[in-house]
Protein backbone atom coordinates (compact mmCIF):
# COMPACT_ATOMS: atom_id res chain seq x y z
CA UNK A 1 0.00 0.00 0.00
CA UNK A 2 1.09 3.28 -1.11
CA UNK A 3 0.56 6.41 1.58
CA UNK A 4 -0.64 9.74 -0.67
CA UNK A 5 -2.37 12.22 1.74
CA UNK A 6 -1.66 13.43 4.97
CA UNK A 7 -4.84 11.55 6.23
CA UNK A 8 -4.35 7.80 5.03
CA UNK A 9 -0.49 8.60 7.26
CA UNK A 10 -2.48 9.50 10.36
CA UNK A 11 -4.61 6.58 10.23
CA UNK A 12 -1.72 4.68 9.64
CA UNK A 13 -0.51 6.03 12.52
CA UNK A 14 -3.18 5.28 14.55
CA UNK A 15 -3.23 1.24 12.96
CA UNK A 16 -0.01 1.00 14.38
CA UNK A 17 -0.06 2.07 17.35
CA UNK A 18 -3.21 0.24 17.97
CA UNK A 19 -0.96 -3.20 16.58
CA UNK A 20 1.94 -2.34 18.88
CA UNK A 21 -0.38 -2.07 21.88
CA UNK A 22 -1.89 -5.65 20.92
CA UNK A 23 1.74 -6.69 20.85
CA UNK A 24 2.33 -5.42 24.09
CA UNK A 25 -0.24 -7.41 25.81
CA UNK A 26 0.44 -10.34 23.90
CA UNK A 27 3.70 -10.55 25.33
CA UNK A 28 2.06 -9.60 28.57
CA UNK A 29 0.16 -12.70 28.58
CA UNK A 30 1.30 -15.51 30.49
CA UNK A 31 -1.88 -18.21 30.23
CA UNK A 32 -2.42 -20.14 26.62
CA UNK A 33 -1.18 -21.86 24.09
CA UNK A 34 2.93 -20.60 24.20
CA UNK A 35 3.16 -21.42 20.26
CA UNK A 36 0.31 -19.41 19.14
CA UNK A 37 1.26 -16.38 21.17
CA UNK A 38 4.70 -16.91 18.90
CA UNK A 39 3.17 -17.26 15.86
CA UNK A 40 0.69 -13.91 17.09
CA UNK A 41 3.55 -11.72 17.53
CA UNK A 42 5.44 -12.73 14.61
CA UNK A 43 2.22 -11.44 12.78
CA UNK A 44 1.61 -8.26 14.65
CA UNK A 45 5.71 -7.58 14.20
CA UNK A 46 5.54 -7.72 10.72
CA UNK A 47 2.47 -5.52 9.80
CA UNK A 48 4.36 -3.60 12.44
CA UNK A 49 7.32 -3.16 10.08
CA UNK A 50 5.01 -2.61 7.06
CA UNK A 51 3.57 0.18 9.06
CA UNK A 52 6.44 1.77 10.04
CA UNK A 53 7.80 1.35 6.52
CA UNK A 54 4.71 2.58 4.52
CA UNK A 55 5.15 6.06 7.07
CA UNK A 56 8.68 6.41 6.44
CA UNK A 57 8.40 6.57 2.60
CA UNK A 58 5.64 8.69 2.63
CA UNK A 59 7.17 11.22 5.17
CA UNK A 60 10.51 10.88 3.41
CA UNK A 61 8.99 11.74 0.07
CA UNK A 62 6.41 14.72 1.51
CA UNK A 63 9.58 15.90 3.25
CA UNK A 64 11.17 16.25 -0.65
CA UNK A 65 7.98 17.82 -1.60
CA UNK A 66 8.32 20.31 0.95
CA UNK A 67 10.38 23.11 0.04
CA UNK A 68 12.87 24.68 2.62
CA UNK A 69 13.75 28.26 3.29
Known amino acids: MKL???RAAEVT???LRRLEETADGVRRETGGNLRVRE???RSL????NQLREELA???ARSAAR???S
Not at 45 to 48: E, S
Open 4 to 6: TSP
Open 13 to 15: RDK
Open 39 to 41: LTL
Open 66 to 68: TPT
Open 57 to 59: VYE
Open 45 to 48: KALI
